[in-house]
């Protein structure tokens, strides 16, 4: 391990864990200075918001922190049961269940789905797992989990998935993709690849970590936004943490298929239920979320439209990117380091990523817009930018 670690060292890779404490809005204090962040997942702004804090504290108040069990034994709450029917209502799903994080939902729920009832051949469980080149790392570990057969496609390449799909016949096969992808801010050809699933018998999974809350009609996400439903993609996972400003994640689907993850995904079977308070805050988030009383998704688009403009003013070269998530594409790992010391020194949070979140050459300074965000506060962001010595720009690829 100290040989990798130096070895990553050595390639400028070191990651590094900073305290940034929250001020209130966008402003964090990091190493002693106050700085806007423009990195964060917090999309809407909910999770300073009061009605969350609240329902938060309430519950809190009255049933404990802790929950002290698994669901399946003795940690599920009446707040989680009403949290899992209220996201099967805004999804147009059957059922809903509750996991602890995003990661642990990706990973339990494709082993769950990948392994149960398929035949072990040669070590492997039988079952075929189809993904995006690009998809986030815990659905690429969920494949491995389950021992199946990983095929990935070119990002975003529907036809791609069809000829994976085709290279194995016969086997029980899924297709898994970010709904909006995480470091890239694209979204999924997700009515393309519902037909191409549809077609051949295959299951179709949609992480929409990032869709949910911002996209589609009552935020219900990207694959809503596709008028997409539960025929076209049966199990939709999402996550709690993003743009619902809280933690957590669920699956949901028709309830023989979330029956059955919830007997197999060791995940949910073997851990500690989240706390009832966060369950409640979620469900005052998702309040929020599907009326949008302060009209945070508009001001949102605002942001990210205002962002695109003034950043084709001073010709950054932005990625394909329509939602919050604006990547500014660097190259070099050394410049895209660079480039995000210069936007800390002139007060804002950026943070470089690096491989192998990203491809080799792919670093970038991921740039992240939210409702909380003023006018202002992204025309000082862009001015910022603009100032970015031309070589740093220069080495993107
Ligand atoms: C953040 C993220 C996850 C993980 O969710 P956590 O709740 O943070 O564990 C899963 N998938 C995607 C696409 C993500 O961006």
């Known amino acids: 391990m100290e040989a990798a670690r130096a070895g990553r060292a050595q ?19 990091v190493d002693g200075r106050v700085l806007a962040d423009f990195c964060g997942n917090d999309y809407l702004g909910l999770a300073g918001h009061r009605h969350l804090v609240a329902a938060f504290t309430r519950t ?30 805004w999804t147009g799903r059957e059922r809903a269940l509750l996991f602890s994080t995003g990661v642990m939902a990706n990973l339990g729920t494709l082993q769950a789905l990948l392994s149960a009832g398929a035949m072990p051949v040669q070590g492997r469980t039988g079952a075929l797992c189809v993904q995006d080149r690009l998809n986030h790392a815990s659905l690429v570990d969920g494949a491995h989990l389950a021992g199946a057969e990983l095929r990935r496609y070119p990002h975003v390449d529907a036809h791609g998935a069809a000829r994976q799909l085709d290279a194995r016949p016969g086997l029980p096969a899924l297709v898994a993709t970010d709904g909006v992808f995480s470091m890239d801010g694209d979204v999924a050809p997700l ?45 939709l996972m999402g996550t709690l943490g993003k743009a619902l400003g809280c933690a957590g994640a669920f699956v949901a689907g028709d309830a023989s298929v979330i029956e059955a993850i919830t007997q197999f995904a060791r995940t949910y079977v073997y851990t500690t239920a989240m706390p009832a308070a966060l369950a409640a805050a979620t469900r005052a988030a998702i309040r929020l979320v599907r009326t949008d009383p302060e009209g945070r998704r508009d001001r949102l688009g605002a942001n990210i439209a205002r962002f695109r403009a003034g950043a084709a003013q001073l010709g950054l070269r932005l990625m394909p990117s329509t939602t919050a998530i604006q990547p500014l ?11 995000a010391a210069t936007l800390e020194a002139a007060g804002f949070l950026v943070v470089a990523i690096r491989p192998p979140t990203v491809p080799p050459g792919g670093a970038r300074l991921r740039i992240t817009l939210s409702a909380t965000h003023t006018p202002k506060r992204i025309d000082a962001l862009l001015d910022a930018l603009g100032r970015l010595p031309r070589a740093l720009e220069s080495a993107a690829v």
Not at 63 to 88: I, N, P, Q, S, Y
Not at 206 to 217: E, F, T, Y
């Open 329 to 339: 594409l660097i190259g070099s790992t050394g410049a895209a380091m660079a480039a």
């Open 11 to 29: 390639a400028g890779l070191l990651r590094q864990t900073r305290t940034c404490d929250v001020l209130g809005g966008d402003r964090r204090l």
């Open 191 to 235: 009515a393309m690849l519902a037909t191409i699933c549809q077609e051949r018998g295959a299951m179709l999974y949609v992480d929409d970590a990032h869709g949910l809350g911002v996209m589609g009609p009552q935020g219900a996400g990207s694959v809503a936004a596709a008028g997409l439903g539960a025929k076209d993609v049966p199990v």
């Open 60 to 89: 809190a108040a009255a049933e404990g922190v802790g929950t002290g069990a698994a669901h399946l034994v003795a940690g599920h709450r009446g707040e989680h049961a009403a949290l899992e029917e209220e996201l099967a209502d």
